[in-house]
């Protein structure tokens, strides 16, 4: 399974663009690359998904360099609820390969007002 | 739909106690996986059930058993407890295992 490593922890602003760097050097061929959103003594709440180059839903972009050994998270304008830690995961989502999906400690993000 | 539901929400027990915490998936989502979070090691995976087959395992002793039922229905048991063993146990289903993890809100057992 690759590991990943991520920054323990970032500050931001309101309404300020945040981007977290996930690393993942030894991401194997049918890895996909996935981030969850985690709140306080809740369980974690998947936020997006990809395998290369770039992927935006309702709530955040996922970019993803050609080499796929790093991706970024980028969450735009934050909000003081937007504070909570943040997974990033690498796994290989074909359904024969079953969960074991390895979460790391995570990256604590605290939006400030 | 209805989400993940967890049962009981919280739980305390003392040293040597056994305990079965309950986790209904999400309708029609047939692999059920369990973890750890603590504060020190963060979230560890458990265990995954598929068709009432236990298809992953975490590096965990084997006082953590679980079980599936017929109707996707889970239950974790850890015998013996340990301090240690206090924790947020979460319970994630999905429809194939490796897609969308969809988390209930955990049960908080203690252990004294």
């Known amino acids: 399974l690759a590991k990943t490593t991520q920054p323990i922890s970032m500050d931001s602003y309101e309404g300020q663009e945040v981007n977290i760097t996930c690393s993942h050097n030894?991401?194997?061929?049918?890895?996909?690359i996935t981030w969850y959103q985690q709140f306080p003594s809740q369980g974690p709440r998947f936020i997006i998904q990809g395998y290369k180059t770039k992927v935006t839903n309702e709530v955040a972009s996922l970019f993803i360099p050609a080499d796929r050994k790093s991706s970024t998270l980028s969450l735009p304008r934050v909000s003081l609820s937007d504070t909570a830690v943040y997974y990033c995961l690498v796994g290989d989502i074909r359904p024969n390969a079953g969960n074991m999906l390895t979460f790391g400690g995570g990256t604590r993000l605290m939006v400030k007002p | 739909k209805a989400g993940v539901t967890q049962t009981p929400r919280y739980l305390i027990k003392t040293r040597g106690q056994q305990v079965t915490l309950s986790c209904s998936p999400i309708?029609?989502?047939?692999?059920v996986s369990w973890y750890q979070q603590t504060p020190g090691q963060g979230l560890q995976f458990l265990f995954e059930y598929f068709s009432e087959t236990q298809r992953n395992k975490g590096n965990f002793p084997g006082r953590f058993s679980g079980r599936q039922f017929s109707n996707s229905r889970s239950e974790m048991n850890v015998s013996t407890l340990e301090l240690g063993d206090s924790a947020l146990y979460l319970c994630?289903?999905?429809?194939?295992?490796?897609?969308?993890?969809?988390f209930g809100p955990g049960t908080r057992l203690t252990v004294l």
């Open positions: 030894n991401i194997a061929t049918n890895d996909y």
């Open positions: 309708s029609g989502h047939r692999s």
């Open positions: 994630a289903s999905s429809w194939a295992g490796t897609d969308t993890q969809y």
